[in-house]
């Protein structure tokens, strides 16, 4: 008996072995199927990209392919070498079909889309990635739009291309004014004009009549002027007529102006109508110069006044003036997604008492905003001109600081500030990247 037990025992295991064999087997084989399966369809999406041709004019195949991948939350696109994620209902968004062509405006109901939406099913067509959504309408993207608007792409590019500089850096590129003349009947003339002045943030005409009327034309040929409480054309001397020291005859700190706006005014126009004595030289620092060199040598100290917001206000009081203006705003404001500068506040004339920064923050951001100060007043960084009748300067206000040299005599000096989206609008219209 115990012979005859112990052999249905071995007769039991061996049959519970070759079950779980073939169980195993079959399991693998599903599992080697679905592979298979999944990779035939990978494989059917992927498609060579298309054929170019060469300088001498030989047609040369590109040696990446484009290739697609369905997931259960995104689509994966390797194109060009690079590969994407892009979000199901961010594709059914952006179908061409989306917008008006002729009012180039989104013409979807964007909230109407099922955030769960998946496609029916995706493939490569040459150049273009073709959707067919549930219910049956078909999208199509061109790779080349994709690669350009995926995030990838604009994290690693400059939204405004710039050339940073101090003194020697400015003056060694020898950047010619523009002309009167020609400044205003020739738009090649204002297309320079505007391509220096998107590089540099300053940017001069000369031979300007000196008149409030020529240096309101001159301007208005770049773009709006922006009214303010100052007027639309403002005319100073060292009268005090207004509450602010630019109308004393004192030097002035370096700055930027009307940092108590929510929006800054974005350009800045100067005119020096007449000037009968000495000094008053005008002071120009590339704020992002020396924000870049804060970011070098100090990156915590960047990070922080890009951080940290804090209030600028006008209070002015007076027979026939009265203002309060107050804003919020960090030193430094970048773009969330490359860190690239857009805009300095820097004014500490007009800078309010600080009461937006937790005690165990107020000591560092004065740290940081020492350092950020001493890169600002290098004297390898400060630019100085002489401004005289005839000579019209354009100062990007969100980027150059200026300043003044004390002055003796009589200076007549007149300007304006434009809005700085108007003339960004106007240098994309000439096709410059702004
Ligand atoms: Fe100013």
């Known amino acids: ?56 004019g ?19 696109v390797n194109h060009e070498e690079q590969q994407m994620h892009v979000s199901y209902v961010w594709l059914r968004d952006h179908c061409c079909d989306s917008y008006n062509s002729v009012t180039h405006q989104r013409s979807l109901d964007t909230a109407a889309i099922d955030l769960a939406i998946r496609p029916q099913s995706a493939s490569v067509e040459e150049d273009r990635l073709v959707i067919t959504w549930p219910g049956g309408h078909v999208s199509s993207y061109s790779f080349k739009w994709l690669t350009e608007n995926s995030y990838q792409e604009v994290k690693r590019k400059t939204v405004q291309p710039r050339i940073l500089w101090n003194k020697d850096v400015y003056e060694n590129a020898n950047i010619a004014s523009a002309k009167w003349d020609t400044f205003m009947k020739s738009d090649d003339e204002l297309k320079t004009f505007l391509q220096n002045y998107l590089l540099y943030g300053i940017a001069f005409v000369d031979d300007v009549p000196a008149t409030v009327e020529a240096t309101e034309a001159v301007s208005q040929r770049v773009s709006l002027i922006r009214e303010t409480t100052y007027g639309k054309m403002w005319c100073f001397t060292s009268d005090l007529s207004r509450g602010d020291t630019a109308y004393t005859n004192m030097a002035l700190d370096r700055h930027t102006d009307t940092s108590y706006f929510h929006e800054p005014c974005g350009i800045q126009v ?136 004390a002055f003796t005599g009589l200076r007549q000096l007149c300007g304006c500030y434009l809005t700085r989206d108007d003339v960004l609008s106007v240098a994309r219209g000439f096709g410059l990247k702004a």
């Not at 599903?30 to 592979?35: E, I, V």
């Not at 030989?58 to 994966?76: N, P």
Request: charged share 25%.
């Open 270 to 405: 100067f005119h020096c109508l007449k000037h009968e004595g000495t000094g008053g030289r005008t002071l120009l620092v590339d704020g992002f110069y020396a924000a870049e060199k804060l970011r070098e040598r100090s990156p915590e100290n960047f990070e922080l006044l890009t951080r940290v917001p804090i209030r600028h206000e006008y209070i002015e009081v007076s027979e026939t003036h009265k203002n309060h203006i107050s804003s919020m705003g960090p030193v430094l404001s970048v773009y969330p997604w490359n860190r690239e500068v857009y805009q300095i506040r820097y004014n500490n004339y007009d800078r309010a008492a600080i009461n937006t920064i937790p005690h165990e923050l107020v000591q560092r951001w004065y740290a940081a905003h020492r350092q950020l100060t001493t890169e600002l007043c290098r004297p390898e960084n400060e630019l100085w001109v002489k401004l005289t009748p005839g000579m019209v300067i354009f100062i990007d206000n969100w980027r150059v600081l200026h300043g003044r040299e």
């Open 58 to 76: 030989q047609t040369e195949k590109r040696a990446h392919c484009t290739s697609i991948q369905l997931l259960h939350d995104c689509l994966v």
């Open 1 to 56: 008996m115990k012979h005859d037990d112990s052999g249905s025992r071995e007769v039991h295991k061996s049959l519970c072995s070759a079950w779980i064999l073939s169980m195993w087997s079959i399991r693998v084989t599903r599992a080697l199927a679905t592979m298979l399966g999944n990779i035939r369809r990978v494989l059917r999406m992927v498609k060579p990209s298309k054929m170019m041709t060469s300088a001498s």
